[in-house]
């Protein structure tokens, strides 16, 4: 059991290399939620990684939490992003939930998610079009949000509303898996990230006490583009590179193991392989540079933060695209095979590109940003 988190690679990489590898295919190939995964991650402590140490937590900043979710990302895509959804969730916990919340968070036993996205806002997720009003018994909540990872499986939703009463985009409230009025519009049955439980979820008369707000009536855009945002671009690069990572290895084994019988050779003898595979190498590698630098903007405060982390994302979302075409390219009619693992990462990358920010809207920022106009 790791307590303190001092030793977590070591243990990080023995849950990785003894549950998290071995479950992957099932969970892709059934569309199952990585439970073994997730709880060998509770059990190990990693799912307290951004929670604080006074609540049982490590108190990992980005930089190790990103280093967590790209291990995971190797061997599982969505046991990857799961945790990325729980650590997003947790930090805004962090901030502003009750000490018993962040506690259970830190130990596992609340699994935390993100639910932003709906159908009416779309790829806009800091502009909800759903509801809170005040009655006799709280804070009703009105919503179809579009997806929710982990949407049966988490404890509670990091939710997003339209202010109660206040001025401003949205708020911020803290909303059980299992009250009334919560449909999860599951299984999820998706070309990627196939365990990870993304699902519609809807809120009909959903009642929560008003206790439940997290931060201020009115600041969600706050918390979302303060807090949120950057963690979240950080760690879907961190799951996107680890994808890459993940499929270069598979690549290279395919390419080192696979032979030609008549000339005696592998295909890894072939310049051309070679050449594929070097830009696979290369490709991943300048992805993991600009993620690197991101993280290290945030750390020092730097005035070009926010336009890394918008960077980081797009970055990796468009390269992990090359980089599993290269892979598939490699390894031929292979590559269609569930056993050499390339289709899956393949699958999984695609993800990136149209989890919002999407990068298309992440192209728009960055050029607003270039070009000195405000973002929104």
Request: aromatic share 6%; glycine share 10%; net charge neutral.
């Amino acid at each position: 059991m790791n307590t303190n988190g001092e030793n977590y690679r070591t243990v990080l990489n023995q849950v990785c290399e003894s549950v998290i590898s071995k479950e992957a295919p099932e969970v892709d190939q059934k569309g199952i939620f990585p439970s073994r995964s997730i709880q060998a991650l509770k059990e190990a402590g990693l799912l307290g990684a951004v929670s604080a140490t006074e609540v049982g937590g490590f108190g990992f900043g980005p930089r190790r939490a990103a280093e967590i979710i790209r291990r995971i990302a190797q061997e599982c895509g969505s046991t990857a992003m799961i945790v990325c959804m729980h650590y997003c969730g947790a930090v805004v916990l962090e901030a502003h939930a009750d000490k018993d919340t962040r506690r259970a968070a830190a130990s596992g036993e609340h699994l935390s998610t993100l639910a932003f996205s709906e159908a009416g806002s779309r790829s806009h997720f800091w502009a909800p079009t759903s509801t809170a009003r005040k009655n006799g018994r709280g804070v009703i909540l009105d919503a179809k949000k579009s997806w929710v990872t982990s949407a049966s499986q988490a404890t509670a939703y990091v939710w997003s509303s339209k202010p109660l009463a206040a001025e401003g985009l949205s708020t911020i409230w803290l909303v059980p898996a299992k009250a009334n009025g919560i449909k999860v519009q599951g299984p999820f049955d998706g070309l990627g990230l196939r365990g990870n439980d993304s699902s519609p979820v809807s809120a009909d008369g959903v009642t929560v006490s008003e206790t439940a707000m997290l931060g201020e009536d009115g600041k969600g855009f706050d918390v979302m583009m303060g807090v949120v945002l950057p963690l979240f671009n950080i760690l879907n690069a961190a799951c996107t590179i680890g994808l890459m990572e993940g499929a270069v290895q598979r690549t290279a084994k395919h390419a080192g193991g696979s032979r030609y019988a008549h000339v005696d050779s592998s295909l890894a003898d072939l310049p051309t392989i070679r050449n594929y595979i070097a830009r696979m190498r290369v490709k991943t590698d300048m992805a993991g540079g600009l993620l690197e630098d991101t993280i290290s903007a945030v750390e020092a405060g730097r005035s070009d933060a926010m336009l890394r982390v918008l960077e980081c994302k797009a970055s990796a979302g468009e390269t992990a695209t090359e980089v599993l075409d290269l892979a598939m390219r490699v390894c031929g009619g292979a590559a269609f095979r569930k056993d050499v693992g390339v289709e899956r990462y393949f699958r999984d990358t695609r993800a990136a590109g149209v989890m919002a920010p999407t990068t298309d809207m992440l192209y728009d920022f960055i050029g607003k940003a270039v070009c000195g106009l405000p973002l929104f």
